[in-house]
């Protein structure tokens, strides 16, 4: 079976953005200037539009989990976490997209069992399916094969992201425990609680990510009914333990932490607050999750800009005046070229 590959996402530069053709998906482009918010040339910041016609779907800016101030400006999550994952992950994510791309048509549905399956099934074989003929057989495997290379692909993204899921988490989590220090919740802790909010920001070979802290914690059976208890790692402090879901079960074999946080009812009754509101996850699953994550832990400052024009009677105005544009523009990248 032939093995299809992709190309991996590189960043073009700004120059390079208003060539292209703004109905496409354009490549991502960076800038180093996540610190600005306000958008103009005297605030050292201009967004770039892609064939000088229409900004990026994404602004993304990084500048609290990367030391350079990264802005990415991409059109896809797959693209803006492949910029800020970097190492392998974008010649990965460039496969998995060329092995779902090439991902055959499951030859039939259901339970597929050949000729010797079916004898074992005697006379319920009628009912269960038919025989597959040779070519469907053969057909079939070759669909198991590239449906086993794209869910090796889609692990091996996951494994990358959580790799950089772990950095981010213990910047994150430092940055809550400053915070912590500074308006009194730290005083509150206890010494394990501070402990283990100290070790889950420790970036270093003292470092672990968080469990916990062991409790005896009740357990339900299938009807809901309480059956007994069972130790686990519980987390009931106010102050938020960041987690990095590549780092629990199913990616690994240890439990997550279980929030339990508790709070009292206007009748003076305590009782659980339902969620997690003590803990803070980073979900590896895929670039988008991940991505939905980030800006869910305030770790990223994320912008979405609509692709085209709101103004309907505007259209056809503005898409003559950028196909003149990229005339233009393309005529003198002709005269530079010819010049050198």
């Not at 996402?9 to 600005?36: G, K, R, S, Y």
């Not at 669909?143 to 889609?154: E, F």
């Not at 430092?174 to 009194?184: C, H, L, P, S, Y």
């Not at 979405?304 to 259209?315: I, K, N, Q, Y």
Request: with cysteine.
């Amino acid at each position: 079976m032939s093995i299809d590959t992709g190309t991996a996402v590189t960043p073009i530069a700004a120059d390079e953005v208003v060539l292209l053709d703004p109905e496409l998906t354009a490549p991502p482009t960076i800038t180093h200037d996540a610190d600005q918010g306000h958008v103009g040339a005297a605030h050292g910041r201009v967004i770039p539009l892609v064939g000088l016609y229409r900004p990026y779907i994404y602004d993304l800016a990084a500048n609290k989990i990367t030391d350079d101030n990264l802005r990415i400006y991409a059109d896809t999550a797959d693209d803006a976490i492949a910029v800020l994952v970097g190492g392998p992950l974008p010649q990965v994510l460039a496969d998995l997209t060329a092995a779902t791309e090439a991902l055959p048509t499951n030859p039939a549905e259901g339970d597929l069992l050949d000729e010797t399956s079916l004898l074992l099934l005697g006379e319920d074989a009628d009912e269960v399916a038919a025989p597959l003929t040779e070519d469907e057989f053969q057909a079939h495997g070759r669909y198991l094969q590239a449906l086993d290379r794209h869910d090796d692909l889609r692990i091996q993204v996951a494994g990358l992201i959580a790799g950089h899921a772990d950095m981010v988490r213990c910047t994150a989590q430092a940055e809550i425990n400053a915070a912590a220090r500074q308006d009194g919740r730290w005083d509150r802790l206890t010494d394990d609680e501070r402990q283990h909010l100290e070790m889950a920001a420790d970036a270093g070979p003292d470092g672990r990510f968080p469990t916990g802290l062991p409790q005896m914690v009740p357990f339900f059976n299938d009807d809901g009914e309480e059956s007994g208890t069972v130790m686990r790692g519980v987390w009931d402090a106010e102050v938020p333990l960041v987690c990095n879901r590549g780092n629990y079960f199913p990616w690994n074999e240890v439990l997550p932490p279980e929030s339990m946080v508790a709070a009292e009812d206007d009748e003076g009754e305590t009782y659980i607050v339902p969620g997690e509101p003590n803990l803070v996850w980073l979900d590896i699953d895929s670039p988008q999750v991940y991505l939905d994550s980030l800006v869910a832990a305030g770790v990223v400052n994320l912008t979405t800009r609509p692709v085209d024009h709101p103004l309907e009677f505007m259209r056809p105005f503005l898409r003559e005046k950028r196909e003149r544009d990229r005339a233009t523009l393309l005529e003198l990248a002709e005269q530079e070229n010819s010049k050198r």
